[in-house]
C-alpha cells in the first residue's frame, strides 16, 4: 500500500458567546460547541439530531453496546454516549490538537476511549459486527463537505455495525454533494435502511443508516421519543419533534 503523504492539520481555535464555548479549525466555521455552565446539555441543534439514531433503538436497549464516534469535534456526542448513556465509548480523531483541547476545555469524559489516528484506518482494522451506535461528523476546516464520503468508506461503515446497529452522518443538505453522499449511504446500507431529517436552518442534514433495522410501528417509535424526552429533554434532546421531520430514503426519489 502506497505510503500517505503528510497532511499539514488546521490549527484549534476556540471562542465563546451566550454562555456557549465553540471550537474551530482556524476559521470562522464552527466544528462544535458546549455550554459552559451546563456540559452535558446538546447545545447545537444539528447534533442534537445526530441523537436522532437513538430511535431506532429499543427503549430497553439504549446503554448497551459500544459507541465510536468519527471526529470528536467539540466532544458533544462523546459525552452523551459514555455520561449520559453510559455506553463502552471510543471516539477517533486525527488532530492532536482537538484532543488536547477538548481534555482542557470541554469535558472530555475520562471514560472514554480516544483514539488518535485516521477514521478510515480505524475502520479497516476494527472487528466486523462490534459497534451499536455509530456517529459521523467528518469536515475540514473549511467545513464545506465531508473529508471521507466514498461508497467503500460507508460500506465499512456499514460492516463494523452489529445486526440492528445504526449510523447517524452529518451532512450539509442544501450543498450540491447531498444528493450524491445519500446515495451512496444508501448503496452500501441498503435503500430501506436509510432516512434522513430536515436540514437544520444552517444547512445541516443529518442522515441514519441502520444494519438489518427493523423499523417498529408509529405507536413503538412515539412512545420511544416519549422515553427519551422524558429521560434526556432537559438535555437538548427533543424526540418527538424528531419523528415529524424522518423521512425514508425512498420517499426521495
Same mark, same amino acid.
Given at each position: ?9 488546521? /490549527?484549534?481555535?476556540?471562542s465563546?458567546? =451566550?454562555? $456557549? ?7 470562522i466555521?464552527i466544528? =462544535? ?5 451546563? /456540559?452535558? &446539555? &446538546?447545545?447545537?441543534d444539528?447534533v ?10 429499543p ?5 448497551? =453496546? ?7 469535534? !467539540?466532544?458533544?456526542?462523546?459525552? *452523551?454516549? +459514555? ?8 471516539? &477517533?480523531? @486525527? #488532530? ?5 483541547? #477538548?481534555?482542557?476545555? %470541554?469535558?472530555?469524559?475520562?471514560? !472514554?476511549? &480516544? ?8 475502520l ?11 456517529? $459521523? ?12 464520503d466514498?461508497?467503500? *468508506?460507508?460500506?465499512?461503515?456499514c ?5 440492528? =446497529? $445504526?449510523?447517524?452522518?452529518?451532512? %450539509?443538505?442544501?450543498?450540491?454533494? *447531498? ?5 451512496? @449511504?444508501?448503496? +452500501? %446500507? ?9 436540514p437544520?436552518?444552517?444547512g445541516n ?8 433495522? $427493523? ?15 422524558t429521560? %434526556?429533554?432537559?438535555l ?15 420517499a426521495r426519489?
Amino acid at each position: 500500500m502506497p505510503r500517505k503523504e503528510a497532511v499539514e492539520l488546521p /490549527p484549534v481555535t476556540l471562542s465563546e458567546e =451566550g454562555g $456557549v464555548r465553540y471550537l474551530h479549525l482556524g476559521t470562522i466555521w464552527i466544528q =462544535g460547541g458546549m455550554r459552559i455552565s451546563k /456540559p452535558q &446539555v &446538546v447545545a447545537i441543534d444539528y447534533v442534537q439530531r445526530m441523537l436522532a439514531s437513538l430511535l431506532w433503538l429499543p427503549t430497553d436497549t439504549l446503554g448497551q =453496546g459500544l459507541a465510536v464516534q468519527l471526529g470528536l469535534g !467539540a466532544g458533544a456526542l462523546t459525552r *452523551f454516549t +459514555a455520561q449520559q448513556l453510559k455506553m463502552a465509548t471510543t471516539v &477517533v480523531e @486525527i #488532530n492532536p490538537q482537538v484532543i488536547q483541547v #477538548n481534555g482542557a476545555w %470541554f469535558a472530555l469524559p475520562r471514560q !472514554a476511549e &480516544v483514539v488518535r489516528g485516521d477514521a478510515a484506518d480505524w475502520l479497516r482494522q476494527a472487528q466486523p459486527g462490534t459497534v451499536r451506535l455509530l456517529h $459521523v461528523d467528518l469536515y475540514d476546516h473549511e467545513a464545506a463537505a465531508p473529508v471521507l464520503d466514498d461508497e467503500d *468508506f460507508y460500506r465499512a461503515c456499514c460492516a463494523v455495525l452489529e445486526t440492528g =446497529g $445504526v449510523m447517524s452522518v452529518n451532512l %450539509f443538505g442544501r450543498h450540491a454533494s *447531498f444528493r450524491d453522499s445519500i446515495q451512496r @449511504i444508501a448503496r +452500501a %446500507f441498503g435503500t430501506d435502511q436509510v432516512w434522513s431529517l430536515r436540514p437544520t436552518r444552517e444547512g445541516n442534514t443529518v442522515v441514519v443508516a441502520g444494519r438489518d433495522v $427493523v423499523v417498529p410501528g408509529r405507536d413503538e417509535l412515539m412512545q420511544r421519543a416519549a422515553h427519551l424526552e422524558t429521560r %434526556f429533554g432537559t438535555l437538548g434532546l427533543p424526540a418527538r419533534k424528531w419523528l415529524r421531520m424522518v423521512r425514508p430514503y425512498k420517499a426521495r426519489d
